[in-house]
C-alpha cells in the first residue's frame, strides 16, 4: 500500500495531464446519495463517478433522480457508472470491481444495519458510540483487504466510525484509509455560527477553527453543550488573529435544532465532499487547504489535516501549528475512552471496564473486553443479535 503522499503524486499527475479523475461510493444509502448530488454540483468534466451497491433497482432510482435534478440546474458534466449487485461479504468480487475502474478516490458510505441510526439505542442508554465499533468494521476490513488484492492505489475515505475504525486496520497490519469523514466536522460549523455572530462577521470562511477531538464530544457538545469535564483542544482565529471567547458559552451554543433522521447524513455526505474537493483544489490551483479529519492516518480520535498544493509535488501533513501530535494523540485518547474505547493495539480492540457494565446492565449482555481481528464478524453478529434486534421498534 502507497502511502497517501505517493497516492498524492499520482492524483497530480492525472489532474496535469487532463486524465479522468474516478471517484467510487461503494454504498449508496443517504450518505452516498447526498455525496453523489454534492459531487455532480461542481459541473467537473474530468470526474468519473462509480456507485457501488447492493440493489439494482434502487440504485437506478437513486441515480436518474439525481441525474435529472443535475440536469435541470445545468451542472451535469460529470459522468456516472452503475455497479450494481456487488457483495459486500465478498472480498473477491470487491478487488474485481476496483481493477476494473481503477478509482483514484474511494468513499466507503456502506452500513451492515442500513437505515438505522446506531446512536439512538446507545446515546440514551450508554452515553457511548464505541460499542458499535464491529458493526463499522465489518465492510469496512472487507474493502482494504479487497484493496490490498487489487494492488489499488485509490485515496480512500471511510464514513463509519473512522476514530476506531482506522487505527484498528492500521494496528492489525491490514491496509486501511487514509481519512474519515464525519464527527468532528459537524461541530465546526456550529462554533463558527457563535463566533460569527459574537463578532458581526459575515464571511464564515474567514473563521479558522483548529480542533482535535473525537466522536464523544462532538455528539455531548452538540446534543448536551458542554464537555463532559474534558478540557477539549480548541483554537479559533478571524483574520489571522485569535479570537477571545467564552469556551462554556460557545459550548452551549452547539446545542442548535437539527433532525434526527437520515437528513441528518448531509452533514456526513458534505464532510467526505470537503475532503475530496479540498484535495482536488489544493492540487489545481496551488493551495494550502486544511480540513479536520476523524482517524486520519491510522490515528485515533480526530485531527486537522493539511493538503499542501503551494510547491511543485503536492505533500500532505498533520497540522501543528496550534497543538502539537503528542498534545492531540493524549485529548483524543482521553475522549474517545468516554465513548467506551479503552484503546486498539495489536489487530485488536479494547472496550472499557466502564462501557462494559452499563452493556451488562442496560442490554443483559455480556461483551468481550478484548476483541481480534479474526472475532469483528462473530461479535458484530452478537451485537446485531442481542442488542440490535431487541432495541428496535
Wanted: aromatic share 10%; charged share 25%; with cysteine.
Amino acid at each position: 500500500m502507497k502511502n497517501i503522499n505517493e497516492k498524492l503524486a499520482l492524483l497530480q499527475g492525472k489532474i496535469e495531464n487532463n486524465s479522468p479523475i474516478v471517484i467510487m461510493i461503494i454504498g449508496l444509502g443517504s450518505v452516498g446519495l447526498y455525496l453523489l448530488d454534492y459531487l455532480l454540483s461542481l459541473s467537473d468534466p474530468q470526474l468519473r463517478i462509480v456507485v457501488v451497491g447492493r440493489n439494482s433497482e434502487k440504485m437506478l432510482k437513486d441515480v436518474n433522480i439525481v441525474k435529472t435534478a443535475a440536469t435541470i440546474r445545468k451542472q451535469l458534466q460529470s459522468k456516472i457508472f452503475i455497479k450494481s449487485e456487488c457483495d459486500l461479504d465478498s472480498i473477491q468480487t470487491i478487488s474485481e470491481i476496483l481493477k476494473k475502474h481503477q478509482p483514484d478516490f474511494i468513499i466507503n458510505s456502506s452500513r451492515v444495519y442500513s437505515g438505522l441510526k446506531y446512536g439512538s439505542i446507545s446515546w440514551s442508554k450508554l452515553r457511548a458510540y464505541g460499542v458499535w465499533t464491529p458493526l463499522s468494521m465489518r465492510y469496512a476490513k472487507n474493502i482494504m483487504e479487497a484493496y490490498e488484492l487489487a494492488d489499488c492505489d485509490a485515496i480512500t475515505i471511510n464514513t463509519s466510525y473512522s476514530d476506531a475504525v482506522i487505527p484498528w486496520l492500521k494496528s492489525a497490519g491490514k491496509a486501511f484509509f487514509d481519512f474519515g469523514s464525519g464527527n468532528l466536522n459537524h461541530l465546526i460549523p456550529r462554533m463558527k455560527f457563535y463566533i460569527a455572530d459574537k463578532m458581526c462577521i459575515d464571511n464564515l470562511n474567514n473563521i479558522d477553527v483548529t480542533l482535535a477531538v473525537s466522536h464523544f464530544h462532538d455528539v455531548v457538545i452538540s446534543k448536551e453543550g458542554h464537555a463532559e469535564g474534558e478540557n477539549v483542544l480548541l483554537d479559533i482565529r478571524y483574520q489571522g488573529k485569535k479570537c477571545n471567547y467564552d469556551t462554556k458559552d460557545l459550548l452551549r451554543s452547539c446545542m442548535i435544532p437539527m433532525p434526527v433522521d437520515q437528513k441528518r447524513n448531509m452533514m456526513n455526505a458534505s464532510s467526505n465532499f470537503d475532503i475530496i474537493y479540498s484535495i482536488l483544489d489544493a492540487i489545481r490551483n496551488h493551495k494550502k487547504i486544511k480540513f479536520h479529519s476523524p482517524g486520519a492516518q491510522g490515528e485515533i480520535g480526530g485531527y486537522p489535516y493539511i493538503i499542501d498544493g503551494t510547491k511543485q509535488k503536492v505533500t500532505s501533513y498533520f497540522d501543528t501549528t496550534i497543538f502539537s501530535m503528542e498534545e492531540m494523540r493524549v485529548a483524543n485518547k482521553c475522549s474517545i475512552y468516554l465513548d467506551g474505547v479503552d484503546r486498539v493495539e495489536n489487530g485488536c480492540l479494547f472496550y472499557t471496564k466502564e462501557l462494559l457494565d452499563k452493556v451488562y446492565r442496560t442490554f443483559s449482555v455480556r461483551l468481550p473486553h478484548k476483541i481480534e481481528y479474526q472475532a469483528i464478524e462473530t461479535v458484530g453478529r452478537m451485537i446485531i443479535d442481542q442488542i440490535i434486534y431487541p432495541n428496535i421498534k
